[in-house]
C-alpha cells in the first residue's frame, strides 16, 4: 500500500526566506504526486502535480517541486516566501485501483508553516 | 472552475442526532469523496463513490454512511452522532481518468456536543 510522510509538522522560515517542505513516498509504481496547500479555515487547494515527463514541476503562486525516484521524494519549493504563505501544506501520491481503473489519493500528515517579519 | 461546495461551514450538533452533511460538485465529475481532518492526524478517508448509487467504504468508515442519488450530490450521514465525531468534513471530487487529482470544497467544522 502507498504511504507519505512528511517529516517535518511545523516550519517557521522570515518572510523573503527560501522555502523547502519535504515528501517522501512509498509506492511500487511510477506515483503521480501532489502538493496541496490549506490556508485557516479553508479546504485544499492544488498546488501541483507530477505523473510523467520533466522532474521539475512548476505550479501556481510560484511553487515549484521536484520528483527524485532514487530518493523516494517530492519535495517542494519556493525561493522567497511572502507572509500569505502561512498555510498547511499537504504532499498526496496517487495510486490506480485495479478494480476500477480509479485514482485514489493517500495524504500526508501535512506540515504547518509559519511565515515571521 | 470546479466548484465543490458543502451546505455549512459550522455546525452544532447533540450527541445521538443524525446529522446529514451535504456536497454538491458542478463539474460532472465522476469521483466523490469525504474525509475528516483532525490535528496531526491529517486527512482520513471515510467513503468514497466512483458512481452514482455505488459507494466504497474508506479507511475509517465506522459510524457514518453515505449516499449518492444524482451524479453532482454526496451525502454523509451520522446515524447518532458521538463526540468523537468532531472534526472537520472535506469533501473532494473528481474524474474517473486520474491524474487530475481532486478538488476540495471549503470543508465543514462539526462540532458534537
Known amino acids: 500500500a502507498q504511504s507519505v510522510t512528511q517529516p517535518d509538522i511545523h516550519i517557521t522560515v522570515s518572510e523573503g526566506a527560501s522555502l523547502e517542505l519535504r515528501c517522501n513516498y512509498s509506492?511500487?509504481?511510477?506515483?503521480?504526486l501532489f502538493w496541496y496547500v490549506q490556508s485557516p479555515g479553508q479546504g485544499l487547494q492544488l498546488l501541483l502535480k507530477?505523473?510523467?515527463?520533466?522532474?521539475l514541476v512548476q505550479g501556481i503562486k510560484g511553487f515549484e517541486a521536484e520528483f527524485k525516484r532514487s530518493q523516494s521524494s517530492f519535495n517542494l519549493r519556493k525561493p522567497s516566501v511572502h507572509w500569505s504563505d502561512a498555510a498547511e501544506y499537504f504532499c498526496a501520491v496517487g495510486s490506480i485501483l485495479s478494480n476500477s481503473g480509479n485514482e485514489k489519493l493517500t495524504f500526508g500528515t501535512g506540515t504547518r508553516l509559519t511565515i515571521i517579519p | 472552475d470546479v466548484k465543490v461546495t458543502q451546505s455549512s461551514r459550522y455546525l452544532v450538533k447533540r450527541t445521538g442526532e443524525k446529522v446529514f452533511l451535504e456536497c454538491v460538485q458542478d463539474m460532472d465529475h465522476e469521483n466523490m469523496f469525504w474525509y475528516r481532518q483532525d490535528p496531526g492526524l491529517g486527512l482520513r478517508l471515510i467513503y468514497f463513490?466512483?458512481?452514482?448509487?455505488?459507494?466504497e467504504k474508506g479507511d475509517i468508515p465506522e459510524g457514518y454512511s453515505v449516499s449518492r442519488e444524482k451524479k453532482e450530490r454526496f451525502s454523509l450521514i451520522l446515524e447518532s452522532a458521538s463526540t468523537n465525531q468532531t472534526s472537520m468534513y472535506l469533501c473532494a471530487s473528481s474524474f474517473s481518468s486520474p491524474p487530475y487529482g481532486y478538488t476540495f470544497g471549503s470543508g465543514t467544522r462539526l462540532t458534537v456536543v
Open positions: 463513490s466512483y458512481d452514482v448509487k455505488m459507494k
Open positions: 509506492y511500487g509504481a511510477t506515483p503521480y
Open positions: 507530477y505523473f510523467s515527463g520533466d522532474t
